[in-house]
């Protein structure tokens, strides 16, 4: 897609109505997020194993994806306000369709492919609206309506729990469709009042494309496994909670506030190595230190303190043991990971090796063995300092360490 020629009759060009069809529609769409909260009703009415509840939920992203790359396609086809209306009639379709279902067959097509392929469509329609009439501040503007999805599913997660515990979930998937006809019907009144027009860009013989190289398939491996990875904890991230003894107002609040940490992305002003910028100084590494032994020490707290009886000395003292060996384990392996590559012993590294140990024994604790615990942690400890390498591709920040990694 390319701006508008200047061969098309001159129009108004409103911002900020294409920015406000972009809200009204992602926000909506956004609740694919808060797949989760949905995952126990529909259980336990059609007893649909859970893991035949996250191909719903993956088949959902991939038909995101597909109606994604299809937009770039429709848009010749009819004007964008048209398009983005039938897409929200068909999102709207897919969720009626699952909240009728009976069986694993309709909520794969309804949900999974419907609904997601309609929204990936509107979504790229939307954007790309905006993006016709952007004239300064396009990352920031991209950065907002990408944010939309998880804000949405902040939104949708607490509003969904709700509904479930008083309607039940096919009343939910209900009440979304209608939001979603609501929302596209403004949405498409709205782009087309913005005045944003769609058009092919004009070919060139003269222009040849580019050749892909090495570091775009890395980067595009590399974001790939970390959304599946993301996405798959986020359709399941309420009953995680749950199941590990959570009540259901912490399992959502934990969901929408994993949601809100993606919608937040890294701290304002962090320029990575990549952009010309590099690790911020450690402000006071003793502190920071300090801070992570205070959080081993709270860890036992944590920890032993979740069992379901105190009198259980045996299953306390070895919670206890394994939570002291997986945090000392994370800690050497991640010193030691980093010193084999830089020949320096980096203390934010150990401190976050130490968390990360914490962090990984936390769920097993209570089942795994001595020797378990630490292998645990090691695994963590070198995971932790991977994930470090990986933070400038990712655009995400950290905290502790003081280690830059190379650039990608």
Not at 186 to 213: D, F, I, Y
Not at 295 to 319: C, H, K, Q, V
Not at 383 to 394: E, G, H, K, M, R
Request: charged share 10%; aromatic share 8%.
């Amino acid at each position: 897609m390319s701006v508008a020629t200047p061969a098309l009759p001159v129009r108004a060009e409103r911002l900020w109505a294409a920015l406000l069809a972009a809200t009204l529609m992602n926000l909506p769409l956004g609740s694919v997020y808060a797949f989760s909260v949905l995952l126990r009703p529909i259980e336990q009415e059609l007893a649909i194993p859970r893991s035949a509840l996250s191909l719903v939920f993956g088949l959902a992203t991939v038909g995101f994806t597909v109606g994604s790359v299809g937009a770039a396609f429709l848009y010749r086809a009819a004007p964008a306000p048209i398009l983005v209306l039938l897409s929200a009639l068909a999102a709207a379709a897919g969720l009626l369709t699952a909240a009728a279902a009976s069986g694993l067959a309709q909520l794969l097509v309804g949900y999974g492919i419907v609904f997601g392929t309609g929204g990936g469509v509107a979504y790229i329609l939307l954007q790309q609206g905006v993006n016709m009439l952007v004239r300064r501040r396009q990352g920031l503007v991209n950065g907002y309506i990408v944010s939309l999805y998880p804000m949405g599913a902040m939104i949708a997660t607490p509003a969904f729990h709700a509904c479930n515990e008083t309607f039940g979930w096919r009343t939910t998937l209900g009440g979304l469709a209608t939001v979603l006809v609501a929302c596209g019907i403004a949405a498409a009144l709205l782009a087309r009042h913005s005045g944003a027009r769609l058009v092919a860009p004009k070919s060139s013989g003269e222009t040849q494309p580019g050749t892909l190289g090495l570091t775009f398939f890395k980067l595009s491996a590399t974001f790939f496994l970390a959304a599946s990875a993301g996405l798959m904890v986020l359709s399941q991230a309420r009953e995680i909670v749950a199941s590990y003894g959570g009540a259901a107002a912490l399992a959502v609040a934990a969901t929408t506030g994993l949601t809100g940490a993606i919608a937040l992305g890294p701290r304002l002003g962090r320029v990575f190595k990549r952009d010309g910028g590099g690790m911020p100084p450690g402000h006071n590494m003793t502190l920071a230190a300090l801070g992570g032994i205070i959080l081993w020490f709270g860890w036992y707290g944590f920890n032993p303190g979740s069992t379901l009886s105190a009198m259980d000395f045996e299953g306390i003292g070895r919670i206890a043991t394994n939570t002291t060996l997986a945090a000392c384990s994370g800690s050497l392996l991640a010193m030691a990971y980093v010193y084999f590559r830089t020949k320096k012993f980096d203390t934010g590294i150990s401190v976050n090796g130490l968390l990360a140990g914490l962090v990984a024994i936390t769920c097993p604790c209570y089942w795994v063995s001595p020797f378990g615990a630490v292998c645990i942690g090691a695994v963590a400890g070198v995971i932790v300092v991977l994930a470090v390498d990986q933070s400038p591709a990712l655009s995400t920040t950290r905290t502790v360490s003081r280690y830059e990694p190379a650039t990608l």
